[in-house]
Structures are given as structure tokens and as C-alpha cells.
């Protein structure tokens, strides 16, 4: 409790509302409708208490969607930085300066990984994304409140890479923080983040005009992989990089793990895709890269995953006969470089 006004508030509402056979994601929107739709009523007195129970509800949900699994979020942030500070050392992947391409940018969030990249001092990005941004408000607001997290604390997203809050407001000249916050899209510099809503074949990048080209979970519902990589080929410069985590698992057992990960290898299908992935294996996808001028300079497998007996048995060929190590895992991340 506190003192305001000259008056002692006490912070504690107690309710006798059950609540734990409530799904937490109901219970949230409902609590979001009744803030949305109505002003806060009775005494003054009621809506400090309100309001200070709401700030505390408030600190608790920014702790609890600070999760991978939120495309929003800062945790996730950092895990993708991961790879691009690792191939940064190892092997001189270009960031100030540079144009990067983020392929399969997502619809949901898909201006939040080439946006840490800016603020490292990328020159140009660009977003390939086919499916339509349901929410564009909430994006811009989603890269305004990560900047400033970032200001708060460089390390967190960017580890031991040379970077300060300084040089991180120098390489964001030219976006307006304020319209970001309101959602506003004129806070997007148009020049240096630009969103193709189209397929990479069709995205109006210039041949060998790009340093860096990323992808993460993309690849594997792409109907044509060839044309894919054809495409990074032509855009991407003599020497110039790419990053693509693929992911071979059946997509279904996402929302049903009850069925085997590995599910539609058994299923009679003369498409492309099916249950929205082509079904290649991690082992497939060097072949491509190297067939179009990429070197594959490493990749790292993980993930495998336990197959049935049963499952194996009904597994159709040409997966039936694999090796385990080629089969079964489902990660794949590579980095490869344009000759």
C-alpha cells in the first residue's frame, strides 16, 4: 500500500471468483474485452485500486510472454541474433553496411529480426512474406517497445557484439519512434525496411545486390526448392552469405502431438506438398544449395526424434530405406556462401 493524495490506498483485491478451471487464453480475453469496452467506473478511490492491481497484472504478463513461442518478444530476438553473431565471427558474415533479406519474413511478426539487424547498422533490409499482415498496428508497436528494451540493455539482445545504445540510435536515424509506438507506419523508414508481398522470383531485388539472405523454418514449405535457392542465387553477390533453418518435421503434430512427427513419409501423395511441407529430409537440401553456387560452409543437425517400429514399417520409399542419421533429424541450420 502507499500514500496518494493524502490518503492511504490500500493495493490488495481480493476476489472470490474461481478461476483455475478457467483456460488462462479465455480468461485473457475476456479481460481484454472488459478493457476495451468499458471506462473504469465507481470512486476514485476503487479505480486506484483497480489500476494498481492492473500494473501488477501488467508486470506479470510481460514476464510470462517473454517466451520463445512469442514472435513479439525479446527472448526470441535474441535467439535469432545467435546465428547471425556466431557466423558474424567465424566466418566475417557482413552486418554494417550490408543489404540482407529476410526470406519467408512470417506474417504474424515480420519485420522483427531484419529490424535488430538495422540497428547493428545494416544498410537496406528487405521482407519477402506471401500471406497478407493481419494486425500492421501491432507490429509497429511490437518494434517500438523492442527498441526500447534494447536501449535499456544492448547486451541482451546482442551479447558481446560492439554495440552501444549510441551507435544503436545512430543506425536507426530515419524511423520515428513515436509513430511506431501509435502504430503509425509512417514511423517506418521506406528506404531501408521494405516488405514484398510476393514470391522471392518476383521480389523487385536487384542481381547480386545482396550480402546476406536468412530463412528460418521457410524452406520446408516451399513447393519448388530449386527455384527457391535459384532465386537467392541471383540476388545474393559473389561471396555473400545465407542462413536457413529448415524444418522437416510433420507441421500436423504441432497441434497434435498424439501423432507421429513423422507421419505424412507414409502417406500416397503425388503433390509437392503435403499437409503443407514438401517432405524433404535435412540430407537433400546440400545438393540444391551447392547445384545453384552456394558452398555449404557448415550445418548443424538436431533434433532427432523416436520413430516406431510401426511407423517405420509404413514409412514409403524413398524414406523406408534412409539411414536413421538422415531421417530423423528434424533441424537442419546452414550456413552457405555464394562462390
Same mark, same amino acid.
Given at each position: 500500500?502507499?500514500?496518494?493524495?493524502?490518503?492511504?490506498?490500500?493495493?490488495?483485491?481480493?476476489?472470490?471468483?474461481?478461476?483455475?478451471?478457467?483456460?488462462?487464453?479465455?480468461?485473457?480475453?475476456?479481460?481484454?474485452?472488459?478493457?476495451?469496452?468499458?471506462?473504469?467506473?465507481?470512486?476514485?478511490?476503487?479505480?486506484?485500486?483497480?489500476?494498481?492491481?492492473?500494473?501488477?497484472?501488467?508486470?506479470?504478463?510481460?514476464?510470462?510472454?517473454?517466451?520463445?513461442?512469442?514472435?513479439?518478444?525479446?527472448?526470441?530476438?535474441?535467439?535469432?541474433?545467435?546465428?547471425?553473431?556466431?557466423?558474424?565471427?567465424?566466418?566475417?558474415?557482413?552486418?554494417?553496411?550490408?543489404?540482407?533479406? +529476410?526470406? &519467408? !519474413?512470417?506474417?504474424? *511478426?515480420? @519485420?522483427?529480426? $531484419?529490424?535488430?539487424? #538495422?540497428?547493428?547498422?545494416? /544498410?537496406?533490409?528487405?521482407?519477402?512474406?506471401?500471406?497478407?499482415?493481419? +494486425?500492421? &498496428? !501491432?507490429?509497429?508497436? *511490437?518494434? @517500438?517497445?523492442? $527498441?526500447?528494451?534494447? #536501449?535499456?540493455?544492448?547486451? /541482451?539482445?546482442?551479447?558481446?557484439?560492439?554495440?552501444?545504445?549510441?551507435?544503436?540510435?545512430?543506425?536507426?536515424?530515419?524511423?520515428?519512434?513515436?509513430?511506431?509506438?501509435?502504430?503509425?507506419?509512417?514511423?517506418?523508414?521506406?528506404?531501408?525496411?521494405?516488405?514484398?508481398?510476393?514470391?522471392?522470383?518476383?521480389?523487385?531485388?536487384?542481381?547480386?545486390?545482396?550480402?546476406?539472405?536468412?530463412?528460418?523454418?521457410?524452406?520446408?514449405?516451399?513447393?519448388?526448392?530449386?527455384?527457391?535457392?535459384?532465386?537467392?542465387?541471383?540476388?545474393?553477390?559473389?561471396?555473400?552469405?545465407?542462413?536457413?533453418?529448415?524444418?522437416?518435421?510433420?507441421?500436423?503434430?504441432?497441434?497434435?502431438?498424439?501423432?507421429?512427427?513423422?507421419?505424412?513419409?507414409?502417406?500416397?501423395?503425388?503433390?509437392?506438398?503435403?499437409?503443407?511441407?514438401?517432405?524433404?529430409?535435412?540430407?537433400?537440401?546440400?545438393?540444391?544449395?551447392?547445384?545453384?553456387?552456394?558452398?555449404?560452409?557448415?550445418?548443424?543437425?538436431?533434433?532427432?526424434?523416436?520413430?516406431?517400429?510401426?511407423?517405420?514399417?509404413?514409412?514409403?520409399?524413398?524414406?523406408?530405406?534412409?539411414?536413421?542419421?538422415?531421417?530423423?533429424?528434424?533441424?537442419?541450420?546452414?550456413?552457405?556462401?555464394?562462390?
Amino acid at each position: 500500500m502507499e500514500t496518494t493524495h493524502g490518503r492511504l490506498v490500500h493495493h490488495e483485491v481480493r476476489t472470490n471468483l474461481d478461476v483455475s478451471q478457467i483456460p488462462l487464453a479465455e480468461l485473457a480475453a475476456g479481460l481484454l474485452a472488459k478493457l476495451t469496452a468499458s471506462s473504469q467506473g465507481g470512486s476514485r478511490f476503487e479505480q486506484e485500486r483497480c489500476l494498481a492491481v492492473l500494473l501488477r497484472l501488467q508486470d506479470a504478463i510481460e514476464s510470462a510472454v517473454d517466451t520463445q513461442q512469442n514472435r513479439f518478444s525479446m527472448s526470441l530476438a535474441a535467439v535469432q541474433m545467435k546465428n547471425i553473431r556466431y557466423a558474424h565471427y567465424k566466418y566475417g558474415l557482413p552486418l554494417a553496411g550490408a543489404v540482407h533479406v +529476410d526470406f &519467408g !519474413a512470417g506474417a504474424i *511478426s515480420p @519485420a522483427q529480426r $531484419m529490424f535488430t539487424h #538495422l540497428m547493428l547498422g545494416v /544498410r537496406q533490409a528487405h521482407l519477402v512474406e506471401l500471406d497478407p499482415i493481419p +494486425d500492421v &498496428g !501491432a507490429v509497429l508497436q *511490437s518494434l @517500438a517497445r523492442l $527498441m526500447g528494451e534494447t #536501449l535499456i540493455d544492448p547486451q /541482451r539482445l546482442f551479447a558481446d557484439l560492439p554495440i552501444t545504445r549510441e551507435l544503436i540510435l545512430t543506425n536507426m536515424r530515419g524511423f520515428d519512434f513515436a509513430k511506431l509506438r501509435k502504430g503509425d507506419l509512417e514511423g517506418v523508414d521506406p528506404t531501408r525496411l521494405m516488405l514484398h508481398s510476393c514470391l522471392l522470383e518476383r521480389a523487385p531485388i536487384g542481381p547480386a545486390s545482396v550480402d546476406v539472405v536468412v530463412s528460418n523454418s521457410v524452406m520446408e514449405h516451399v513447393p519448388d526448392p530449386d527455384a527457391a535457392v535459384a532465386a537467392m542465387a541471383r540476388i545474393t553477390r559473389s561471396g555473400g552469405f545465407g542462413l536457413h533453418g529448415i524444418d522437416t518435421i510433420d507441421h500436423r503434430w504441432y497441434g497434435n502431438p498424439s501423432l507421429p512427427p513423422f507421419e505424412f513419409l507414409t502417406l500416397e501423395s503425388k503433390e509437392s506438398i503435403v499437409h503443407g511441407c514438401n517432405r524433404l529430409r535435412i540430407c537433400d537440401y546440400p545438393a540444391i544449395f551447392e547445384r545453384h553456387g552456394f558452398a555449404v560452409l557448415e550445418l548443424s543437425q538436431s533434433n532427432p526424434l523416436p520413430m516406431a517400429d510401426e511407423v517405420r514399417a509404413r514409412l514409403l520409399e524413398p524414406w523406408r530405406s534412409m539411414p536413421a542419421a538422415d531421417l530423423l533429424h528434424s533441424w537442419g541450420m546452414f550456413i552457405v556462401r555464394k562462390k
